[in-house]
């Protein structure tokens, strides 16, 4: 089962106890999953949990006793729902001309959560948050969207505008702006769900992060002390090793046993032991040397080079 899925399913299951509170729910999620027809309603959501409690909050706040005396024929294009005539004008008069909800059905704390609660979960898709963090509400008019807006806004759930398939959204990509939106819902479970993937990602990107760090400490490593010993081959071929002082010629005798080794695990094998930046000054007294021993080396090359050219 999908996030998304899951998040339906906690938010199907939520009842709340008013009728004002359902009459709130049912007529966000009217907005968004369904359209009026001549003598009834068409459901036009795929979700099974978007449907059941769409029926269930249309017996309760619609009055009307048992759905199943109207028949719930299936389409093509959704489940269509017969409604009596006078049911039917009821529901048309929770919503203005630009498709919003009447004042009166959010015009308290409770009735706002309900509508949200009925907007996410009509309409709200979420990424697994395993993977990435990602939700957004589709709407069908830009008005609808600014009624959302507005009421996300009083209780600082941040989400930021954007367009689905051309219609008018509002999405996040914030671990925080979700699991605020999922809590307003009184989505508890799928809040809990979201804070142990968070927890879970972040605990391993720490241990990548570590074994990033700790692989590229290896591998400069391992590039320094191949340069080091190339350094250190080139005095002693040359016999410049020979001419340095005891401590260099005793650093560069350690470096060559021990060419894996870090530079505080070299100062503890010189006698008598030297810290890390003791070690890294000889290291580079001796590169220093191999420097002037190439250049040296190359002068006499140039030199003799310009003697040949004069006795030609």
Same mark, same amino acid.
Request: with cysteine; aromatic share 6%; charged share 30%.
């Given at each position: 089962?999908?996030?998304?899925?899951?998040?339906?399913?906690?938010?199907?299951?939520?009842?709340?106890?008013?009728?004002?509170?359902?009459?709130?729910?049912?007529?966000?999620?009217?907005?968004?999953?369904?359209?009026?027809?001549?003598?009834?309603?068409?459901?036009?959501?795929?979700?099974?949990?978007?449907?059941?409690?769409?029926?269930?909050?249309?017996?309760?706040?619609?009055?009307?006793?048992?759905?199943?005396?109207?028949? *719930?024929?299936?389409?093509?294009?959704? &489940?269509?729902?017969?409604?009596?005539? $006078?049911? %039917?004008?009821?529901? !048309? /008069?929770?919503?203005?001309?630009?498709?919003?909800?009447?004042?009166?059905?959010?015009?308290?704390?409770?009735?706002?959560?309900?509508?949200?609660?009925?907007?996410?979960?009509?309409?709200?898709?979420?990424?697994?948050?395993?993977?990435?963090?990602?939700?957004?509400?589709?709407?069908?008019?830009?008005?609808?969207?600014?009624?959302?807006?507005?009421?996300?806004?009083?209780?600082?759930?941040?989400?930021?505008?954007?367009?689905?398939?051309?219609?008018?959204?509002?999405?996040?990509?914030?671990?925080?702006?979700?699991?605020?939106?999922?809590? *307003?819902?009184?989505?508890?479970?799928? &809040?809990?769900?979201?804070?142990?993937? $968070?927890? %879970?990602?972040?605990? !391993? /990107?720490?241990?990548?992060?570590?074994?990033?760090?700790?692989?590229?400490?290896?591998?400069?490593?391992?590039?320094?002390?191949?340069?080091?010993?190339?350094?250190?081959?080139?005095?002693?071929?040359?016999?410049?090793?020979?001419?340095?002082?005891?401590?260099?010629?005793?650093?560069?005798?350690?470096?060559?046993?021990?060419?894996?080794?870090?530079?505080?695990?070299?100062?503890?094998?010189?006698?008598?032991?030297?810290?890390?930046?003791?070690?890294?000054?000889?290291?580079?007294?001796?590169?220093?040397?191999?420097?002037?021993?190439?250049?040296?080396?190359?002068?006499?090359?140039?030199?003799?080079?310009?003697?040949?050219?004069?006795?030609?």
């Amino acid at each position: 089962m999908s996030f998304t899925e899951e998040v339906r399913a906690e938010l199907g299951k939520t009842m709340a106890p008013s009728t004002l509170e359902q009459e709130s729910e049912l007529g966000a999620l009217l907005c968004c999953t369904a359209r009026f027809e001549n003598d009834g309603l068409l459901v036009t959501s795929d979700s099974p949990a978007v449907r059941t409690k769409c029926f269930t909050l249309l017996e309760k706040a619609s009055k009307i006793s048992n759905m199943r005396d109207f028949g *719930l024929p299936e389409g093509e294009d959704g &489940v269509f729902v017969r409604l009596p005539g $006078r049911d %039917l004008l009821r529901l !048309r /008069g929770w919503f203005r001309k630009d498709g919003t909800l009447v004042p009166s059905l959010v015009g308290s704390g409770k009735q706002e959560k309900a509508y949200v609660r009925g907007m996410v979960l009509g309409t709200g898709t979420f990424a697994d948050p395993a993977k990435e963090y990602f939700t957004e509400l589709t709407f069908r008019s830009i008005p609808q969207r600014s009624q959302m807006e507005e009421i996300l806004s009083r209780y600082s759930v941040d989400l930021r505008e954007g367009t689905h398939h051309r219609l008018p959204s509002l999405y996040a990509r914030d671990a925080q702006a979700i699991a605020d939106l999922l809590a *307003l819902c009184g989505a508890g479970e799928s &809040v809990l769900a979201l804070e142990n993937a $968070r927890v %879970l990602r972040q605990f !391993r /990107g720490n241990i990548n992060r570590q074994v990033n760090c700790e692989t590229a400490n290896i591998a400069k490593t391992v590039s320094a002390s191949r340069k080091q010993i190339e350094d250190i081959d080139y005095l002693a071929d040359h016999g410049v090793l020979e001419t340095l002082p005891e401590p260099l010629q005793e650093m560069a005798r350690v470096r060559r046993d021990h060419p894996d080794a870090s530079l505080p695990e070299l100062g503890s094998l010189l006698d008598p032991p030297v810290g890390k930046s003791g070690v890294n000054h000889r290291l580079r007294r001796l590169s220093e040397a191999a420097d002037r021993a190439r250049n040296q080396g190359r002068n006499e090359e140039t030199t003799v080079d310009a003697g040949n050219m004069e006795e030609q």
